[in-house]
């Protein structure tokens, strides 16, 4: 499946008809749509959503529940989605999306095409949905209905943020940790593994056979259950309240962010980013610096008396070579001596011995003066060997000299060394930092006079401060709502275990019967479904990984665990031990989601394009090129990126990607909105860089 058209019609910042045609083309999959930030990348996303899902969007992310509730309700969320310019003009205050795809198989549908419109008046504030196949409409479309329709049989809304995302949100993927995080992969899971059905069946057969045991209750265990039944009423309700307001958190902590980071630009256009209290604390840094580079000095005169031998590496070892020699030289004095005295007594008892092979004394004496003879010649020349070992003597260190100087040089080599390194690694380091905050104090003071960077920088505080505020409220919120999830979860036992107490009525007892023997097997298809699959997903999210990591067995295997409505995957290192996720850089991280995004979406058996906002972001040039080479021509038959020129897509990577790109525009943006223009794949960045040139004058 691939989408060939898509037409944007007063949506947001586009006014008037704006259309984009994905050429097909072989062997070429990528689209690119480049843009300047606030030009049009996110809201062509949530347009192509919205076409899809209307009023269910919803359930698509949160991201957009929480925007609709910010606006207060569906409605006034579609009123802010509108143009304004057309709001205030005479032009039909019409809103539209309409999408065009093609390659679509249905099963007992035969088409070529499937056309989406979806349309919005702003003044009736009616919504309409036309849906067409090969350009009529269809009965079976009719009687299913076309969000039905939609649903089932082009791409369930459950898994649409695996093929709408923007790359930076989907790291949340890789951080997850939580318990209630890993419910919601979990969740994920069983929405790719399209399962989510049979989870639905499994909930609803056990409220069916919780309503069988509860028409059993006694007068007696009545009230109890009344009081489990309130108890579970008021837990659900609180967690529901609390998600509210974590909700309304969050939209309070992105209004205040916005303003913080429009402050921050105005500071730095005004030359003056840094506050009072920022200033002080650089000063408190300098001189804490100041202070470590003193105590580096300190330790480092301890060392003097050693220095000059680390200094005079070459002579120490030449030293240590000559010392080595010496001691060779006086073992074989001393085994000269020893040697003598053996030839001595070898050449007496051979005298002694030839004495008894014969009587003439004349033979005797000779055989002992050629005895004497050798004795002396042998003896002659190990002394003239050894005179010559003796000549080599230059330091004649005694045996315990010698050992001590070993200990030195062995003191030098190792702990010594590597101490003095640290130090003069810590004072460069420290000398770095000083000269850096120093320049940064010299900035600051230079400009601190600045009436309106000060007023600035107050209200900056300010909503900062309020933004902290914030952060710990969320955080004592989370810590709640994992408390009452937990509350929730142990009296739902109980209530269960309660209810299993209560005798059947009679007509009550088959119908129990066969829905407990029935939610059992949902429970076995379920948990069945699951095992067998994972071993696919532990397999792609591998292959994906060593694919796009340019560390070698980095992550040698990965391990998927389910246990009931929990899932966590393991990274294993090369060492067979678990890789902490918190010690992956952001880019790793980034990467492991890649590799899970495109695990989940092979899981799911969907062909259907996948766009992707501000990719590239976190990756090095190496990451990069994998992900460009390997990832993207890949992923989909039809691959549509939003990136920022230059920060989140360099000329180099565009060059890279060039092989596999098949059409290229840039979002234009002027008063009356933004378009699209189409550019010719060797043309993009010069007009990207003409455009800069203007803006920059």
């Avoid at 083309?25 to 996110?42: D, E, H, V």
């Avoid at 969740?187 to 593994?193: H, N, Q, R």
């Avoid at 190496?622 to 021509?633: Q, W």
Wanted: aromatic letters at 8%.
């Amino acid at each position: 499946m691939r989408i060939d058209q898509i037409e944007i019609k007063n949506f947001r910042i586009y006014k008037g008809s704006n259309l984009i045609d994905f050429k097909k083309k072989k062997k070429s999959n990528i689209y690119l749509i480049a843009g300047k930030n606030g030009f049009g990348k996110t809201s062509f996303l949530t347009s192509l959503v919205w076409v899809f899902y209307g009023k269910l969007i919803a359930q698509v992310e949160d991201k957009y529940r929480k925007d609709i509730k910010k606006a207060g309700g569906y409605q006034d969320y579609l009123d802010t989605q509108f143009n304004n310019e057309i709001k205030l003009s005479s032009a039909p205050k019409i809103m539209e999306v309409n999408v065009t795809l093609s390659d679509v198989v249905i099963p007992s549908v035969p088409c070529k095409k499937v056309e989406i419109k979806r349309t919005y008046n702003f003044e009736t504030k009616e919504e309409t949905l036309q849906l067409l196949i090969d350009g009529s409409e269809n009965e079976l479309t009719k009687d299913v209905g076309y969000e039905v329709f939609i649903n089932d049989f082009l791409l369930p809304r459950e898994i649409a943020k695996f093929f709408f995302f923007d790359a930076e949100k989907i790291v949340s993927l890789a951080e997850a940790k939580s318990k209630s995080e890993l419910r919601s992969l979990s969740k994920a899971y069983s929405e790719v593994l399209g399962i989510k059905k049979y989870e639905e069946l499994k909930r609803n057969l056990e409220v069916l056979l919780s309503n069988l045991r509860r028409r059993g209750v006694s007068e007696q265990e009545k009230e109890k259950l009344n009081q489990l039944i309130a108890k579970d009423q008021e837990l659900s309700k609180l967690i529901d309240y609390n998600q509210e307001q974590q909700d309304d958190l969050d939209i309070r902590a992105s209004n205040l962010k916005a303003k913080s980071d429009a402050l921050q630009e105005k500071l730095i256009r005004e030359g003056n980013a840094i506050t009072l209290e920022e200033l002080k604390a650089l000063k408190k840094e300098r001189e804490d610096l100041k202070k470590a580079i003193e105590v580096t000095k300190q330790k480092l005169k301890k060392h003097y008396e050693l220095l000059p031998f680390l200094i005079a590496s070459e002579q120490v070892e030449q030293l240590k070579n000559q010392l080595e020699l010496e001691s060779k030289v006086q073992n074989h004095h001393f085994s000269l001596s020893i040697y003598k005295s053996k030839l001595e007594t070898f050449s007496q008892e051979l005298i002694k011995d030839l004495s008894g092979i014969t009587d003439d004394k004349k033979v005797q004496q000779q055989l002992e003066e050629l005895t004497k003879k050798a004795y002396k010649r042998e003896l002659k020349k190990e002394e003239k060997a050894n005179a010559l070992d003796q000549s080599k003597v230059l330091l004649d260190f005694t045996e315990e000299e010698h050992r001590e100087f070993l200990a030195l040089y062995k003191h030098l080599q190792t702990s010594f060394k590597s101490q003095i390194e640290q130090l003069v690694q810590e004072e460069k380091n420290n000398r770095i930092n000083y000269s850096r905050v120093s320049r940064k104090i010299k900035q600051g003071e230079a400009r601190k006079d600045n009436h309106l960077a000060k007023k600035l920088r107050d209200e900056k505080q300010k909503i900062d401060q309020a933004l902290n505020q914030i952060k710990e409220d969320k955080n004592k919120l989370a810590e709640e709502f994992g408390s009452l999830n937990s509350q929730h979860t142990s009296h739902k036992k109980v209530l269960s275990e309660f209810e299993k107490n209560f005798n059947l009525i009679e007509q009550d007892l088959k119908k129990y019967q066969v829905t407990e023997k029935l939610l059992n097997k949902i429970k076995t298809v379920i948990g069945r479904i699951k095992e067998e699959k994972k071993f696919a997903l532990q397999k792609t999210i591998v292959l994906g990984l060593k694919r796009l990591m340019h560390k070698d067995n980095f992550v040698k295997d990965v391990q998927v665990n389910i246990r009931e409505d929990v899932m966590d995957i393991d990274l294993i290192g090369e060492n067979n031990n678990i890789i902490d996720k918190d010690n992956l850089s952001k880019g790793e991280q980034q990467l492991y989601a890649t590799a899970l995004l495109k695990a989940l979406v092979d899981e799911s058996g969907i062909e259907f394009p996948v766009f992707i906002d501000s990719p590239l972001q976190k990756f090095d040039k190496d990451h990069s090129k994998n992900i460009i080479e390997e990832f993207y021509p890949n992923i989909s038959n039809q691959v549509v990126l939003f990136p920022l020129l230059e920060k989140e897509l360099t000329e180099k990577e565009y060059n890279l990607m060039k092989p596999n790109l098949s059409q290229v525009y840039m979002i234009q943006h002027n008063e009356t909105g933004s378009a699209f223009q189409q550019y010719k794949l060797n043309q993009l960045f010069k007009a990207f860089k003409e455009e800069d040139h203007v803006y920059a004058r």
